[in-house]
């Protein structure tokens, strides 16, 4: 599933590169989010103006109107992301990365709001437990969180980490990686440690449209990260040890 600056979405068959005929709209906004839940029971479409939910398995609509005009009493959203093991969590970066929404995929009700003291750009959930690593300004801060809401107070990983702008967790939930201005940087996940660090993947330049360039392999300790200039990719193995 892809989301475009033309506003559409679009279904492609991984192994013969064919689109799917199916038609996805509501969106005013480029769409710059879009995901499945880990077992595909819901898909999860977000642009600046709207966020929407959808049967995963025929990506009819998931939300009644009531729903998703529930979670849209926001806007302004800059991200958004499903968590992992099945518990139906949607993170939301709204009102521009000021404030961070919890919501219900089962129920499309807001759990929680949290306002922010600098922007958040990226966001991503622990394939191994229901943490939300959140990259803000210069800081990366991990949040618990349950169907009742965030719990407690988030943990700060780094205030070092200027302009984040992609997150994603190792499919064990072991490490973090994150990408900024300064480029590529690994850490331990429970002690927030900093393993190693690539400066060859540093973006030359930085603004709301960098992209969001790294992903874990789910089951090998495999990272891919776009190269700076966004032309070329890397693929790295990358494990708790650096």
Known sequence: MTGSLDRSIGLWEVESGRRAPVNITGHKEPVHSVEWTDE?????????????????????TGWTDEMENAVNQYTGFTSAACSSQTTFLLAMSAENGTRLVLASLLSGAVLDSVPMSQPIHCLAWSPAEELLAVGAGDSILAFRATQTGFEGAPREVTCHAANTHALSFSGDGAVLASQDSEGLKIWDTRSS?????SQEDAQTTFNEHTTQGIAFHPTEPLLATVASGGNEFRILEVSKDG
């Open 40 to 60: 595909e029971a819901f898909a999860m479409t977000c642009s600046n103006d709207r966020v929407r939910a959808f049967d995963g398995c025929c990506l009819l």
């Open 193 to 197: 440690l900093l393993i190693a660090t």
